[in-house]
């Protein structure tokens, strides 16, 4: 798969234009203060900065600025928390409506994170938040476990409970003589094929981790390129002997 990667030119007009705290009544000193340093922290490109200072005023439960949102999201996006992002900046919109300060921003950002998502989706690496997928660990990617079937206890066969291993089965006629009769049910093996695991020895479970799915998350956002294989045609991956 084949995905390209361009820097648009509608992202870095948004970039310019964040330079204001707007005034906003009943907003605390603390607040503007962390507001504040999380917009010179974004005009520094110091978005990971940035990313903690807004938790903090989050944290804070104080009342916060409508524009916060915007700037939130924005910072969100630059740390790749697309996810996250897309629900600032729909924060932002349903609280500042089209009147809003950055409502030209906000719906360019919502542009930039649905080109994302589209990315996201075309992806076989990563989950719907964009993160990559490994092989489970625990099932080592095979979305489940095994073990020894504790019916027949991995020997894939059971005695015959019908005529107790022995393929036979005697009873007692009326003038009280013995009369052998073939066992139908397990047709004189003495035995029969385990009905949990039949046969197998084995029974499969679905992996507690990834629920079957062979695939668990990483904390890793997904550049959407695979990476296991080494591309040979490239001269620095050649082992020269
Ligand atoms: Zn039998
Ligand atoms: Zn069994
Ligand atoms: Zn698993
Ligand atoms: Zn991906």
């Known amino acids: 798969m084949f995905i390209k990667f361009t820097i648009s030119g509608l992202f870095l007009w948004i970039l310019a234009c964040h330079t204001t705290v707007a005034q906003e009544s009943g907003v605390s ?26 938790r903090k005023m989050l944290a804070s439960k104080k009342v916060l600025p409508t524009n916060m949102s915007y700037f939130f999201a924005e910072t969100l996006y630059m740390i790749k928390q697309f996810h996250n992002s897309e629900n600032f ?5 349903k609280l500042a409506g089209k009147g809003g300060d ?23 690496y990563c989950n719907v938040f964009g993160y990559r997928l490994h092989n489970c660990q625990l099932c080592d990617g095979k979305g489940a476990l095994t073990s020894t079937c504790y019916y027949c206890k991995g020997n894939g066969r059971t005695n015959c409970l019908t005529c107790q291993g022995d393929g036979v089965i005697i009873t007692k006629n009326i ?54 294989r080494l591309d040979l045609e490239n001269p620095e991956n050649r082992i020269e002997n």
């Not at 974004?42 to 903690?52: F, I, L, T």
């Open 175 to 228: 003038f009280d003589v013995e009369e052998y009769k073939t066992c139908h049910v397990c047709e004189t093996k003495g035995f029969n094929i385990c009905k949990v695991c039949h046969g197998h020895k084995v029974i499969e479970n679905q992996c507690p981790d990834c629920l079957g799915s062979k695939l668990t998350q990483t904390d890793e956002i997904c550049d959407h390129q695979a990476h296991d």
């Open 89 to 93: 900046v729909n924060k932002y919109l």
């Open 29 to 54: 000193q603390e607040i503007k203060t962390l507001m504040s340093r999380a917009i010179e922290e974004m005009n520094s490109g110091q978005y990971a900065e940035a990313n903690v200072t807004f």
């Open 102 to 124: 950055y409502y030209d921003q906000a719906v360019g950002l919502q542009k930039l994170l649905e080109d994302k998502k589209t990315e996201i989706r075309d992806c076989n």
